[in-house]
Protein backbone atom coordinates (compact mmCIF):
# COMPACT_ATOMS: atom_id res chain seq x y z
CA UNK A 1 0.00 0.00 0.00
CA UNK A 2 1.31 3.49 -0.78
CA UNK A 3 3.09 5.45 1.80
CA UNK A 4 0.50 8.32 1.77
CA UNK A 5 -2.57 5.68 2.19
CA UNK A 6 -0.83 4.25 5.15
CA UNK A 7 -0.67 7.88 6.96
CA UNK A 8 -4.06 8.28 6.08
CA UNK A 9 -5.57 5.13 7.40
CA UNK A 10 -3.66 6.49 10.82
CA UNK A 11 -4.99 9.78 10.55
CA UNK A 12 -8.43 8.12 10.05
CA UNK A 13 -8.00 5.95 12.60
CA UNK A 14 -6.79 8.08 15.52
CA UNK A 15 -9.64 10.52 14.51
CA UNK A 16 -12.25 7.69 15.58
CA UNK A 17 -10.32 7.07 18.57
CA UNK A 18 -10.15 9.71 19.82
CA UNK A 19 -14.09 11.00 19.10
CA UNK A 20 -14.88 7.02 20.79
CA UNK A 21 -12.81 7.58 23.52
CA UNK A 22 -14.83 10.83 24.50
CA UNK A 23 -18.01 9.40 23.93
CA UNK A 24 -17.45 6.49 25.81
CA UNK A 25 -15.64 8.46 28.21
CA UNK A 26 -18.24 10.50 29.35
CA UNK A 27 -20.78 7.46 29.39
CA UNK A 28 -18.68 5.64 31.67
CA UNK A 29 -18.49 9.04 34.19
CA UNK A 30 -21.85 9.40 34.26
CA UNK A 31 -22.42 5.63 34.59
CA UNK A 32 -20.01 5.40 37.60
CA UNK A 33 -20.87 8.64 38.98
CA UNK A 34 -24.56 7.01 39.34
CA UNK A 35 -23.51 4.09 40.87
CA UNK A 36 -21.23 5.94 43.79
CA UNK A 37 -24.30 7.76 44.39
CA UNK A 38 -26.11 4.74 44.39
CA UNK A 39 -23.84 3.07 47.03
CA UNK A 40 -24.24 6.51 48.93
CA UNK A 41 -28.11 6.02 49.25
CA UNK A 42 -28.86 2.92 49.42
CA UNK A 43 -27.47 1.84 53.20
CA UNK A 44 -28.73 -0.35 55.80
CA UNK A 45 -29.54 2.70 58.29
CA UNK A 46 -32.03 4.16 55.68
CA UNK A 47 -33.58 1.14 55.04
CA UNK A 48 -33.84 0.28 58.76
CA UNK A 49 -35.69 3.69 59.68
CA UNK A 50 -37.95 2.55 57.06
CA UNK A 51 -39.34 -0.62 58.99
CA UNK A 52 -39.37 -2.69 55.91
CA UNK A 53 -42.56 -0.35 55.38
CA UNK A 54 -43.17 1.69 51.95
CA UNK A 55 -44.53 4.54 53.11
CA UNK A 56 -47.06 5.09 50.14
CA UNK A 57 -49.39 7.76 49.88
CA UNK A 58 -52.42 8.12 47.51
CA UNK A 59 -51.53 11.80 46.73
CA UNK A 60 -47.62 10.78 46.28
CA UNK A 61 -49.17 7.84 43.78
CA UNK A 62 -50.87 9.81 41.94
CA UNK A 63 -48.44 12.44 41.50
CA UNK A 64 -45.64 10.10 40.63
CA UNK A 65 -48.15 8.01 38.58
CA UNK A 66 -47.78 4.71 39.62
CA UNK A 67 -49.63 2.23 41.45
CA UNK A 68 -50.01 1.26 45.21
CA UNK A 69 -47.66 -2.25 44.43
CA UNK A 70 -45.57 -0.38 41.95
CA UNK A 71 -44.74 2.00 45.59
CA UNK A 72 -44.29 -1.00 47.27
CA UNK A 73 -41.99 -2.86 45.47
CA UNK A 74 -39.88 0.31 44.91
CA UNK A 75 -38.90 -0.74 48.43
CA UNK A 76 -38.41 -4.34 47.95
CA UNK A 77 -35.63 -3.42 45.25
CA UNK A 78 -33.77 -1.41 47.79
CA UNK A 79 -33.86 -4.84 49.81
CA UNK A 80 -33.02 -6.68 47.15
CA UNK A 81 -29.68 -4.20 46.75
CA UNK A 82 -29.17 -4.72 50.41
CA UNK A 83 -30.00 -8.23 50.25
CA UNK A 84 -27.55 -9.70 47.70
CA UNK A 85 -24.52 -7.79 48.59
CA UNK A 86 -22.01 -8.73 50.57
CA UNK A 87 -20.80 -6.34 53.67
CA UNK A 88 -17.75 -5.32 51.46
CA UNK A 89 -19.64 -5.02 48.55
CA UNK A 90 -20.83 -1.45 49.41
CA UNK A 91 -17.16 0.53 50.11
CA UNK A 92 -15.67 -1.87 47.40
CA UNK A 93 -18.35 -0.77 45.13
CA UNK A 94 -17.27 2.84 45.99
CA UNK A 95 -13.36 2.91 45.95
CA UNK A 96 -14.35 1.48 41.96
CA UNK A 97 -16.90 3.80 41.11
CA UNK A 98 -14.70 6.62 41.93
CA UNK A 99 -11.77 4.68 39.77
CA UNK A 100 -14.16 4.38 37.35
CA UNK A 101 -14.81 8.51 37.50
CA UNK A 102 -11.36 9.07 37.45
CA UNK A 103 -10.47 7.08 34.65
CA UNK A 104 -12.91 8.42 32.73
CA UNK A 105 -11.93 11.80 32.86
CA UNK A 106 -8.73 10.98 32.24
CA UNK A 107 -9.38 9.43 29.30
CA UNK A 108 -11.80 12.03 27.94
CA UNK A 109 -8.91 15.19 28.72
CA UNK A 110 -6.41 12.43 27.12
CA UNK A 111 -8.45 12.33 24.04
CA UNK A 112 -9.15 16.33 23.96
CA UNK A 113 -5.56 16.72 24.05
CA UNK A 114 -4.53 13.88 21.39
CA UNK A 115 -6.80 15.95 19.38
CA UNK A 116 -5.38 19.35 19.85
CA UNK A 117 -1.53 18.96 19.56
CA UNK A 118 0.63 17.31 17.81
CA UNK A 119 4.02 16.24 17.79
CA UNK A 120 5.88 14.50 20.62
CA UNK A 121 2.96 15.60 22.93
CA UNK A 122 0.17 13.80 21.30
CA UNK A 123 2.47 11.09 21.33
CA UNK A 124 3.26 10.97 25.03
CA UNK A 125 -0.71 11.37 25.27
CA UNK A 126 -1.52 8.72 23.28
CA UNK A 127 1.07 6.56 25.20
CA UNK A 128 -0.94 7.14 28.57
CA UNK A 129 -4.04 7.08 26.80
CA UNK A 130 -3.10 3.45 25.61
CA UNK A 131 -2.40 2.85 29.55
CA UNK A 132 -5.66 4.84 31.02
CA UNK A 133 -7.93 2.35 28.34
CA UNK A 134 -6.18 -0.83 29.75
CA UNK A 135 -6.50 0.08 33.36
CA UNK A 136 -10.05 0.74 32.39
CA UNK A 137 -9.91 -3.04 31.02
CA UNK A 138 -8.45 -4.23 34.56
CA UNK A 139 -10.89 -2.10 36.24
CA UNK A 140 -13.85 -3.26 34.46
CA UNK A 141 -12.71 -7.26 35.37
CA UNK A 142 -12.16 -5.94 38.73
CA UNK A 143 -16.09 -4.56 38.68
CA UNK A 144 -17.04 -8.30 37.32
CA UNK A 145 -15.16 -9.95 39.85
CA UNK A 146 -16.60 -8.06 42.69
CA UNK A 147 -20.20 -8.23 41.23
CA UNK A 148 -19.70 -11.98 40.98
CA UNK A 149 -19.64 -12.73 44.73
CA UNK A 150 -23.58 -11.09 45.44
CA UNK A 151 -27.04 -12.85 45.19
CA UNK A 152 -28.33 -13.72 41.73
CA UNK A 153 -30.86 -10.59 41.84
CA UNK A 154 -27.82 -8.20 41.94
CA UNK A 155 -25.95 -10.15 39.27
CA UNK A 156 -28.84 -9.62 37.08
CA UNK A 157 -28.38 -6.10 37.09
CA UNK A 158 -24.79 -5.55 37.36
CA UNK A 159 -23.24 -8.48 34.93
CA UNK A 160 -24.29 -7.75 31.55
CA UNK A 161 -23.46 -4.04 31.18
CA UNK A 162 -19.79 -4.98 33.19
CA UNK A 163 -19.45 -7.48 30.24
CA UNK A 164 -20.16 -4.68 27.81
CA UNK A 165 -18.24 -1.98 29.07
CA UNK A 166 -15.44 -4.81 29.31
CA UNK A 167 -15.32 -5.14 25.58
CA UNK A 168 -16.44 -1.31 24.65
CA UNK A 169 -12.52 -0.26 26.66
CA UNK A 170 -10.57 -3.73 25.29
CA UNK A 171 -11.52 -2.74 21.37
CA UNK A 172 -10.35 0.89 22.70
CA UNK A 173 -6.96 -0.14 24.29
CA UNK A 174 -6.30 -2.47 21.56
CA UNK A 175 -6.65 0.12 18.52
CA UNK A 176 -5.15 2.75 20.32
CA UNK A 177 -1.93 0.48 21.33
CA UNK A 178 -2.07 -0.39 17.36
CA UNK A 179 -2.07 3.09 16.46
CA UNK A 180 0.79 4.13 18.96
CA UNK A 181 2.70 1.37 17.56
CA UNK A 182 2.25 2.86 13.84
CA UNK A 183 3.15 5.49 14.74
CA UNK A 184 6.38 4.60 16.46
CA UNK A 185 6.84 1.92 13.69
CA UNK A 186 6.95 4.66 10.78
CA UNK A 187 8.99 7.25 13.18
CA UNK A 188 11.82 4.56 13.92
CA UNK A 189 11.69 3.56 10.08
CA UNK A 190 10.96 6.58 8.36
CA UNK A 191 10.47 6.84 4.24
CA UNK A 192 13.48 6.08 2.42
CA UNK A 193 15.55 4.21 4.76
CA UNK A 194 14.84 0.86 4.06
CA UNK B 1 -0.70 14.26 14.70
CA UNK B 2 -4.35 14.22 13.69
CA UNK B 3 -4.45 15.30 10.07
CA UNK B 4 -7.06 16.13 7.81
CA UNK B 5 -7.96 13.89 5.45
CA UNK B 6 -10.76 15.78 3.70
CA UNK B 7 -10.28 19.22 5.72
CA UNK B 8 -9.01 21.43 2.53
CA UNK B 9 -12.38 20.52 1.21
CA UNK B 10 -14.26 22.54 3.54
CA UNK B 11 -13.51 26.08 4.89
CA UNK B 12 -11.28 26.66 8.03
CA UNK B 13 -13.53 25.55 11.43
CA UNK B 14 -14.31 28.27 13.54
CA UNK B 15 -11.96 27.63 16.70
CA UNK B 16 -13.57 27.98 19.94
CA UNK B 17 -11.66 29.64 23.22
CA UNK B 18 -10.53 26.88 25.68
CA UNK B 19 -13.02 28.21 28.18
CA UNK B 20 -15.79 27.86 25.98
CA UNK B 21 -14.61 24.05 24.92
CA UNK B 22 -14.15 23.31 28.40
CA UNK B 23 -17.82 24.73 29.27
CA UNK B 24 -19.35 22.55 26.65
CA UNK B 25 -17.67 19.32 27.76
CA UNK B 26 -18.69 20.30 31.37
CA UNK B 27 -22.25 20.45 30.24
CA UNK B 28 -21.92 17.24 28.32
CA UNK B 29 -20.74 15.43 31.39
CA UNK B 30 -23.43 17.22 33.45
CA UNK B 31 -26.37 16.45 31.05
CA UNK B 32 -25.19 12.36 30.77
CA UNK B 33 -24.92 12.66 34.97
CA UNK B 34 -28.92 14.52 35.25
CA UNK B 35 -29.90 11.96 32.78
CA UNK B 36 -28.59 8.30 33.83
CA UNK B 37 -28.95 9.61 37.91
CA UNK B 38 -32.74 10.70 37.05
CA UNK B 39 -33.81 7.54 35.88
CA UNK B 40 -32.39 5.36 38.54
CA UNK B 41 -33.48 8.08 41.64
CA UNK B 42 -37.47 7.89 40.42
CA UNK B 43 -37.43 4.44 41.44
CA UNK B 44 -36.23 4.72 44.68
CA UNK B 45 -39.47 4.73 47.56
CA UNK B 46 -40.93 7.77 47.93
CA UNK B 47 -40.12 10.48 50.18
CA UNK B 48 -41.91 10.31 53.44
CA UNK B 49 -41.05 11.24 57.16
CA UNK B 50 -38.50 7.99 57.51
CA UNK B 51 -37.85 7.40 54.05
CA UNK B 52 -35.13 9.36 52.57
CA UNK B 53 -33.31 7.85 50.45
CA UNK B 54 -34.56 10.33 47.43
CA UNK B 55 -32.83 13.28 49.53
CA UNK B 56 -29.68 13.51 48.37
CA UNK B 57 -30.06 11.85 44.84
CA UNK B 58 -32.54 14.80 43.84
CA UNK B 59 -30.59 17.67 46.36
CA UNK B 60 -27.76 16.89 43.98
CA UNK B 61 -29.87 16.26 41.03
CA UNK B 62 -31.26 20.07 41.29
CA UNK B 63 -27.62 21.25 42.34
CA UNK B 64 -26.10 19.86 38.93
CA UNK B 65 -29.19 20.94 36.80
CA UNK B 66 -29.18 24.42 38.36
CA UNK B 67 -25.30 24.74 37.63
CA UNK B 68 -26.05 24.09 34.30
CA UNK B 69 -28.61 26.41 33.86
CA UNK B 70 -25.60 29.06 34.61
CA UNK B 71 -22.93 27.59 32.62
CA UNK B 72 -25.58 27.51 29.93
CA UNK B 73 -26.19 30.98 29.85
CA UNK B 74 -22.71 31.95 30.32
CA UNK B 75 -22.09 29.97 26.94
CA UNK B 76 -24.97 31.36 25.16
CA UNK B 77 -22.96 34.84 23.85
CA UNK B 78 -20.51 32.53 22.28
CA UNK B 79 -22.92 30.13 20.76
CA UNK B 80 -25.20 32.85 18.97
CA UNK B 81 -22.14 34.01 17.91
CA UNK B 82 -20.92 30.51 16.62
CA UNK B 83 -24.94 30.54 14.95
CA UNK B 84 -24.55 33.32 13.02
CA UNK B 85 -20.84 32.63 12.01
CA UNK B 86 -21.28 28.96 11.21
CA UNK B 87 -18.31 28.67 8.90
CA UNK B 88 -17.08 25.32 9.08
CA UNK B 89 -19.59 23.56 6.24
CA UNK B 90 -19.67 24.63 3.11
CA UNK B 91 -22.94 22.79 2.07
CA UNK B 92 -26.00 25.50 2.71
CA UNK B 93 -28.00 22.80 3.66
CA UNK B 94 -25.91 21.35 6.23
CA UNK B 95 -25.72 24.87 7.56
CA UNK B 96 -29.21 24.92 8.23
CA UNK B 97 -29.57 21.66 9.88
CA UNK B 98 -26.66 22.47 11.67
CA UNK B 99 -28.28 25.85 12.99
CA UNK B 100 -31.72 24.38 13.85
CA UNK B 101 -30.18 21.56 15.31
CA UNK B 102 -27.68 23.61 18.32
CA UNK B 103 -30.42 26.25 18.68
CA UNK B 104 -33.22 23.90 18.96
CA UNK B 105 -30.57 21.72 21.38
CA UNK B 106 -29.46 25.00 23.47
CA UNK B 107 -33.59 25.66 23.89
CA UNK B 108 -34.55 22.69 25.18
CA UNK B 109 -32.00 22.59 27.20
CA UNK B 110 -32.47 25.51 28.72
CA UNK B 111 -36.39 24.77 28.93
CA UNK B 112 -35.43 21.27 30.65
CA UNK B 113 -33.28 22.94 33.20
CA UNK B 114 -36.05 25.78 33.85
CA UNK B 115 -39.44 23.53 34.05
CA UNK B 116 -36.83 21.02 36.27
CA UNK B 117 -36.57 24.31 38.81
CA UNK B 118 -40.30 24.99 38.26
CA UNK B 119 -41.55 22.15 39.21
CA UNK B 120 -39.15 21.99 42.18
CA UNK B 121 -40.39 25.59 43.12
CA UNK B 122 -43.74 24.84 43.63
CA UNK B 123 -43.27 20.93 45.26
CA UNK B 124 -42.87 23.02 48.70
CA UNK B 125 -39.49 21.02 49.05
CA UNK B 126 -36.46 23.67 49.49
CA UNK B 127 -33.29 23.76 47.12
CA UNK B 128 -29.82 24.69 49.05
CA UNK B 129 -27.83 24.87 46.26
CA UNK B 130 -24.66 22.91 46.80
CA UNK B 131 -25.14 22.67 50.32
CA UNK B 132 -23.76 26.42 50.68
CA UNK B 133 -27.00 28.64 50.04
CA UNK B 134 -30.41 27.96 50.91
CA UNK B 135 -32.33 29.22 47.79
CA UNK B 136 -35.65 31.57 48.38
CA UNK B 137 -38.93 29.61 48.55
CA UNK B 138 -40.41 32.43 46.31
CA UNK B 139 -43.42 29.82 45.27
CA UNK B 140 -46.64 28.80 47.63
CA UNK B 141 -47.04 24.62 47.27
CA UNK B 142 -49.00 23.73 44.78
CA UNK B 143 -49.71 20.46 43.48
CA UNK B 144 -51.11 21.41 40.68
CA UNK B 145 -48.53 23.51 39.19
CA UNK B 146 -45.66 20.80 40.12
CA UNK B 147 -47.53 18.21 38.29
CA UNK B 148 -47.76 20.64 35.54
CA UNK B 149 -44.01 21.66 34.77
CA UNK B 150 -43.10 17.99 36.19
CA UNK B 151 -44.51 17.17 33.09
CA UNK B 152 -43.00 19.67 30.87
CA UNK B 153 -39.96 18.53 32.40
CA UNK B 154 -40.13 15.46 31.66
CA UNK B 155 -41.04 15.48 27.91
CA UNK B 156 -38.53 18.37 27.11
CA UNK B 157 -35.84 15.46 28.81
CA UNK B 158 -37.23 13.13 25.79
CA UNK B 159 -36.73 15.73 23.70
CA UNK B 160 -33.32 16.73 24.36
CA UNK B 161 -32.54 12.71 24.51
CA UNK B 162 -33.68 12.49 20.89
CA UNK B 163 -31.76 15.94 19.89
CA UNK B 164 -28.53 14.11 21.78
CA UNK B 165 -28.88 11.29 19.59
CA UNK B 166 -28.54 13.59 16.52
CA UNK B 167 -25.69 15.45 17.70
CA UNK B 168 -23.70 13.06 18.51
CA UNK B 169 -24.50 11.05 15.00
CA UNK B 170 -23.89 14.25 12.95
CA UNK B 171 -20.34 14.44 15.20
CA UNK B 172 -19.34 11.26 14.48
CA UNK B 173 -20.45 11.41 10.83
CA UNK B 174 -17.98 14.21 10.48
CA UNK B 175 -15.56 12.62 12.29
CA UNK B 176 -15.71 9.37 10.11
CA UNK B 177 -15.85 12.06 7.05
CA UNK B 178 -12.69 14.10 8.47
CA UNK B 179 -14.50 17.16 7.27
CA UNK B 180 -12.97 19.07 10.19
CA UNK B 181 -16.06 20.38 11.18
CA UNK B 182 -16.34 18.79 14.41
CA UNK B 183 -12.24 20.40 15.01
CA UNK B 184 -14.20 23.43 16.73
CA UNK B 185 -14.91 21.07 19.83
CA UNK B 186 -11.80 19.42 19.54
CA UNK B 187 -8.61 21.97 19.19
CA UNK B 188 -7.47 24.64 20.65
CA UNK B 189 -8.02 28.25 18.60
CA UNK B 190 -4.66 30.20 17.24
CA UNK B 191 -5.88 32.67 20.48
CA UNK B 192 -5.63 30.29 23.00
Same mark, same amino acid.
Given at each position: MPEHYIDQNVAVASRLLIVLSILFGVLFFASNSNELLKQGVLTTDAFAALQAEADCRADELEEEGISLRECELMLVQVEIALESSPDWFRSVQQILSASGIAAALLSIGLALNLSANSGSSSRFSLRILVWVLGGLVVLDSVMFIAALQTGPLLRAQYLWPLLLWFFIHLSLALGARTISKNINDKLSYPAGKF | MIENT +? $? @?? &? $? @?PLALSKAIRFCHWLSVLAVFYLLISSWWMLSLPLPS @? +? $??? !?VLPFQLHKNVGITLFLLLLAMLGSFILRWIKE +? &? !???PLQQLTAKIGHGSMYLVLLFCCLTGYLSSSFSGWGTELWWLLNLPQWAQESDDLNAFFSDLHLWSCWLLILLIAVHIGAALHHSFNSDGVTDSMLRSSNKD
Open positions: - | +N $S @EL &A $S @E @E +N $STF !R +N &A !RTD
